[in-house]
């Protein structure tokens, strides 16, 4: 007769906590390495004051791409790899969350999976593009985006952009599970709903608040977090819960 193991999560005790850790850091380097490849780049003042005046990032994008490959091609490739391990690491999260707080945390823990989907669209259109620069050269690249833009932004038949609203949504609904448990204080949760409120769509800028100070702001929830999960010190993923009488109460300023 085959044996059972007990206390059989998925993703486990090592890919969860990993994940927990490596996701954000990734997520951080990827954000970082594209605001460092769009910032350093010689463009005059007339060139900056031009890509300001855009609707969207996208011009800048393309030819922040020109002058910096190799950042911004990294810094697409880490993002990109923090998105799909984040996948994991919110699983997790939702886990720890919902064995005091189910129903919040698995709705909001499935929204921000399904939005970090969408980020993967987003992101073959963004290395498409990317690509199209060294076939097609800049200007006519930045032509097709411009004149495609909403287009390929909103995807076929709207799916990408409409399961981007799960990152919003499910952010909220996630963290909320997370503080009602006990396992996000006031500080970790307003870092957690900053870092996911984070832009969505094709050929983003990342700026120091808006992308880097975000991601920052994502492993100082998450890693810790991680570490605790890799060391089994997390309470709700051993297959003895904690009794429910003790819980910490909940206070307006807490960690």
Same mark, same amino acid.
């Given at each position: 007769?085959?044996? *059972?193991?007990?206390?059989?999560? @998925?993703?486990?005790?090592?890919?969860?906590?990993?994940?927990?850790?490596?996701?954000?850091?990734?997520?951080?380097?990827?954000?970082?390495?594209?605001?460092?490849?769009?910032?350093?780049?010689? =463009?005059?003042?007339?060139?900056?004051?031009?890509?300001?005046?855009?609707? @969207?990032?996208?011009?800048?994008?393309?030819?922040?791409?020109?002058?910096?490959? #190799?950042?911004?091609?990294?810094?697409? $490739?880490?993002?990109? %790899?923090?998105?799909?391990?984040?996948? &994991?690491?919110?699983?997790?999260? $939702?886990? +720890?969350? %919902?064995?005091?707080?189910?129903?919040?945390?698995?709705? #909001?823990?499935?929204?921000?999976?399904?939005?970090?989907?969408?980020?993967?669209?987003?992101?073959?259109?963004?290395?498409?593009?990317?690509? /199209? +620069? #060294?076939? /097609?050269? !800049?200007?006519?690249?930045?032509?097709?985006?411009?004149?495609?833009?909403?287009? *390929?932004?909103?995807?076929?038949?709207?799916?990408?952009?409409?399961?981007? @609203?799960?990152?919003?949504?499910?952010?909220? !609904? /996630?963290?909320?599970?997370? @503080?009602?448990?006990?396992?996000?204080?006031?500080?970790?949760?307003?870092? =957690?709903?900053?870092?996911?409120? !984070?832009?969505?769509?094709?050929?983003?800028?990342?700026?120091? *608040?808006?992308?880097?100070?975000? #991601?920052?702001? /994502?492993? !100082?929830? &998450?890693?810790?977090?991680? *570490?605790?999960?890799?060391?089994?010190?997390?309470?709700?993923?051993?297959?003895?819960?904690?009794?429910?009488?003790?819980?910490?109460?909940?206070?307006?300023?807490?960690?």
């Amino acid at each position: 007769m085959p044996s *059972i193991t007990h206390n059989a999560w @998925f993703p486990g005790r090592f890919l969860g906590g990993g994940a927990l850790v490596l996701g954000p850091l990734l997520w951080l380097a990827g954000l970082t390495l594209r605001h460092l490849a769009t910032s350093t780049a010689p =463009f005059t003042p007339q060139q900056r004051a031009h890509f300001a005046a855009q609707p @969207f990032a996208a011009p800048e994008q393309l030819a922040a791409y020109t002058v910096n490959p #190799g950042l911004a091609t990294a810094g697409y $490739a880490l993002y990109t %790899a923090g998105a799909i391990v984040l996948c &994991l690491a919110v699983v997790v999260l $939702a886990r +720890v969350a %919902a064995a005091r707080s189910p129903w919040p945390a698995r709705l #909001g823990g499935a929204m921000v999976v399904v939005g970090l989907f969408s980020r993967l669209y987003w992101a073959g259109v963004d290395e498409t593009a990317l690509r /199209l +620069v #060294g076939t /097609l050269g !800049l200007e006519r690249t930045t032509d097709i985006v411009m004149n495609l833009y909403e287009d *390929i932004s909103y995807g076929p038949w709207r799916v990408p952009v409409s399961a981007a @609203f799960g990152l919003y949504l499910g952010t909220l !609904l /996630l963290g909320f599970a997370a @503080f009602r448990s006990g396992t996000f204080g006031t500080g970790r949760l307003a870092l =957690f709903v900053f870092s996911g409120w !984070l832009w969505t769509g094709v050929l983003k800028r990342s700026e120091l *608040i808006d992308g880097v100070l975000s #991601g920052a702001a /994502l492993c !100082l929830v &998450l890693v810790p977090l991680g *570490i605790k999960v890799l060391r089994d010190a997390v309470p709700e993923l051993r297959e003895q819960a904690q009794p429910a009488e003790t819980r910490v109460p909940l206070r307006v300023l807490s960690w």
